[in-house]
């Protein structure tokens, strides 16, 4: 039996607790300070969690009416949902400089949408707030649980020796028995093609290989919904192919998750089924895939310097 069910599963629930808690604070201080050299001074932000606020009162629609797409809709309650989000960071000089400026978004369940936009525009930020590590402003936040966000660094949170321990390691935090735990982690491997390296040394694995293993550490806690921040910003072909397929038959499997992946690839569109472009702090487009390179193709001209292709 492998060590992580007999010894190590006993000291998890702690341990994620605390790393938990660090990721928390480490995303905050790691946002304050790629912020700071913008705003002249350091920030200062809330270190609570609410999840549901007021709508700004001055909140107000801007995408153009010829790119303005509908919110996405389903039966039921959509699996990601933000409605007037507004994020805004405060200078050590007082100032409140925003970040966010009333954002709507809506990703139905079983379904894998793109946020993309120019550096700097405000697609990490949003997707942490989405995640619940960073509080808005204003507005709403619907996400369904349990949820997971995926970091653009695996080593950020693949963090045990080996590929199945590290898979295992956050069902600790749940009552399951040894032969559930196994089970778990054998179909999570299975499904983003890593089974065959459950015994493998983390540091042994390449980029990409990491990132499928925190994608199957999600799915054995049978999250609902990954929060994906740029997955294959530092993977060759071969390993974001590899990460991509892992995600679309995820979301793609009965019951399957759903998914909001921040990327600067233009040539992943294909695999969404949807798309959200992001200006500036503004969303000002939302649609699927083909409507997405129409309004690329028009903002090419403008904007191609910009854009981190």
């Given at each position: 039996m492998?060590?992580?069910?007999?010894?190590?599963?006993?000291i998890?629930p702690?341990?994620?607790?605390?790393?938990?808690?660090l990721?928390?604070?480490?995303?905050?201080?790691?946002?304050?300070?790629?912020?700071?050299?913008?705003?002249g001074?350091?920030?200062?932000?809330?270190?609570?969690?609410?999840?549901?606020?007021?709508?700004?009162?001055?909140?107000t629609?801007?995408?153009s009416?010829?790119?303005r797409?509908?919110?996405a809709?389903?039966?039921?309650?959509?699996?990601i949902?933000?409605?007037?989000?507004?994020?805004?960071?405060t200078?050590r000089?007082?100032?409140?400089v925003?970040?966010?400026?009333?954002?709507?978004?809506?990703?139905?369940?079983?379904?894998?949408?793109?946020?993309?936009?120019?550096?700097?525009?405000?697609?990490?930020?949003l997707?942490k707030?989405?995640?619940?590590?960073?509080?808005?402003?204003?507005?709403?936040?619907h996400?369904n649980?349990?949820?997971?966000?995926?970091?653009?660094?695996?080593?950020?949170?693949?963090?045990?020796?080996?590929?199945?321990?590290?898979?295992a390691f956050?069902l600790?935090k749940f009552?399951l028995?040894?032969?559930?735990?196994?089970?778990?982690?054998?179909?999570?491997?299975?499904a983003?093609?890593m089974?065959?390296?459950?015994?493998?040394?983390?540091?042994?694995?390449?980029?990409?290989q990491?990132?499928?293993?925190?994608?199957?550490?999600?799915?054995?806690?049978?999250?609902k919904?990954?929060?994906?921040?740029?997955?294959?910003?530092?993977?060759?072909?071969h390993?974001?192919?590899g990460?991509?397929k892992?995600?679309k038959d995820?979301?793609?499997s009965p019951?399957?998750v759903?998914?909001?992946?921040v990327?600067?690839?233009?040539?992943?569109?294909?695999?969404?089924?949807?798309v959200?472009?992001?200006?500036?702090?503004?969303?000002?487009?939302?649609?699927?895939?083909?409507?997405?390179?129409?309004?690329?193709?028009?903002?090419?001209?403008?904007?191609?310097?910009?854009?981190?292709?």
């Amino acid at each position: 039996m492998p060590w992580f069910l007999t010894q190590g599963l006993l000291i998890l629930p702690i341990f994620r607790a605390r790393v938990g808690k660090l990721s928390a604070h480490e995303f905050q201080a790691r946002e304050l300070s790629s912020m700071a050299p913008h705003v002249g001074g350091s920030l200062s932000l809330s270190s609570s969690s609410a999840v549901r606020l007021p709508l700004h009162p001055q909140a107000t629609t801007v995408a153009s009416a010829s790119h303005r797409c509908s919110l996405a809709t389903q039966e039921g309650r959509a699996a990601i949902e933000g409605r007037g989000i507004c994020y805004s960071v405060t200078t050590r000089q007082g100032r409140s400089v925003p970040i966010l400026k009333d954002c709507s978004l809506s990703v139905p369940s079983g379904q894998l949408w793109m946020l993309l936009g120019p550096n700097g525009c405000g697609k990490s930020t949003l997707l942490k707030v989405l995640a619940g590590l960073l509080n808005p402003t204003y507005g709403t936040v619907h996400v369904n649980k349990p949820k997971s966000f995926v970091f653009q660094n695996p080593d950020h949170q693949v963090i045990m020796p080996t590929v199945e321990a590290d898979v295992a390691f956050g069902l600790g935090k749940f009552s399951l028995s040894s032969d559930e735990v196994s089970s778990r982690v054998s179909k999570a491997l299975d499904a983003v093609g890593m089974l065959k390296y459950s015994q493998r040394p983390i540091q042994t694995l390449s980029g990409g290989q990491k990132q499928r293993v925190a994608i199957a550490g999600a799915l054995a806690e049978a999250c609902k919904v990954l929060l994906l921040d740029e997955l294959t910003t530092f993977l060759d072909e071969h390993d974001q192919l590899g990460v991509i397929k892992a995600v679309k038959d995820s979301v793609s499997s009965p019951g399957g998750v759903s998914a909001l992946w921040v990327t600067h690839r233009l040539e992943e569109l294909k695999y969404a089924d949807g798309v959200i472009y992001m200006e500036d702090g503004r969303i000002i487009m939302r649609g699927d895939v083909p409507t997405a390179v129409n309004f690329l193709k028009e903002k090419q001209a403008h904007y191609i310097d910009r854009l981190d292709l």
